[in-house]
């Protein structure tokens, strides 16, 4: 037994900011410290620790408390262990029966590592067959209509960004289907007849995107992932884009990367280089959900960053998680966004 005395004296001897912050990289925000939470995968920071109330609270997963719950859930210990834990870091004597010892540190079996189930993504191999039976966005009438409609040069998005066309006639894999009033659709009935490729942090083609060139009965799905497939962590991209994630960017790169939102504002960012010049910006498109720690870490250090999103309220909201994950470290300018 640890005598009540110690279990009050130990939360107090600590401050849960310290303790916390070797484990969890925390940025003051107001009265209280944010950071990404360290029990559930986290992309944008919803943990706080309130040096105030001495407490931490995951708004994501939900876990809280105080030094002592941190120590059991972090290491993994008994609230005895713990608490035996936390002594020993401050020298608090323990006295059971007349008897004071000091406690040697609890050292606990490294907790194993939870690792996510990787997400679900398009098998390749149907993916490949897809991209093999996709003409050039070139080559379909509605596909260009659509482009041209848009302000978009069917040539240079076809060449600088890979988008394809996804043909009527073809019978598409089973997740290349969209919601429609009975049942499931295939792309190419409902419409959704552009194929853009996406990527993943490593700048890898993962999946697709399937964006509707005709007008839609229902105007609620104007872009689709494939379904049943996870869409974390995938991005648009344009070739220096893609060579930036990949960890290569080529001499061309300015050392700028332009994040905007959806895909018809990624395609007239991504072919409207000047041709005068010889630095490209890299360019990034991003959806709800795509953007994640991961792609951030793999932006270099010092790169500017200019973020154009909508200047609606989920256009502000991604312009703030990309923000958040990059500021301090990268050169991150939100600019005025297009609109929706
Ligand atoms: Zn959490």
Not at 82 to 111: F, Q, Y
Request: net charge neutral.
């Amino acid at each position: 037994m640890i005598p009540q005395d110690v279990i009050d004296r130990v939360p107090a001897a600590h401050d849960v900011v310290d303790v916390i912050g070797r484990a969890v990289a925390l940025k003051r925000a107001g009265s209280s410290w944010k950071g990404c939470c360290p029990f559930h995968e986290d992309s944008t920071p919803s943990f706080d620790v309130n040096p105030e109330r001495q407490t931490f609270k995951c708004f994501g997963c939900g876990k809280g408390g105080d030094v002592v719950t941190w120590t059991m859930e972090r290491e993994s210990l008994s609230f005895r262990d713990a608490v035996r834990s936390l002594a020993a870091d401050k020298g608090v004597v323990i006295e059971v029966d007349g008897v004071a010892s000091l406690p040697a540190r609890v050292v606990a079996a490294p907790a194993p590592r939870r690792s996510a189930p990787p997400p679900v993504r398009p098998p390749e191999s149907e993916l490949a067959a897809l991209w093999a039976a996709c003409p050039l966005a070139t080559e379909d009438s509605d596909v260009c209509a659509w482009l041209v409609s848009r302000g978009l040069d069917p040539e240079s998005v076809a060449s600088e960004v890979g988008v394809r066309a996804i043909p009527t006639g073809i019978r598409l894999p089973a997740w290349a289907r969209g919601p429609g009033e009975r049942g499931s659709i295939a792309w190419n009935v409902s419409g959704h007849r552009c194929a853009f490729p996406t990527y993943d942090a490593t700048g890898r083609n993962v999946s697709v995107r399937a964006r509707a060139v005709v007008p839609l009965a229902d105007h609620q799905h104007k872009s689709l992932a494939p379904a049943g497939c996870a869409v974390k962590g995938l991005v648009l991209a344009d070739v220096v884009g893609r060579q930036v994630l990949a960890g290569t960017p080529p001499d061309a790169w300015s050392g700028v990367v332009t994040v905007v939102e959806g895909e018809p504002d990624f395609l007239s960012w991504s072919t409207n280089r000047s041709t005068g010049g010889t630095l490209f910006a890299a360019v990034l498109g991003i959806t709800s959900g795509a953007w994640t720690r991961e792609v951030a870490d793999r932006i270099p250090d010092a790169t500017t960053v200019a973020i154009r999103t909508h200047a609606d309220a989920a256009g502000q909201r991604y312009a703030a998680e990309v923000y958040a994950t990059l500021s301090g470290r990268c050169d991150v300018r939100v600019l005025p966004g297009s609109h929706p």
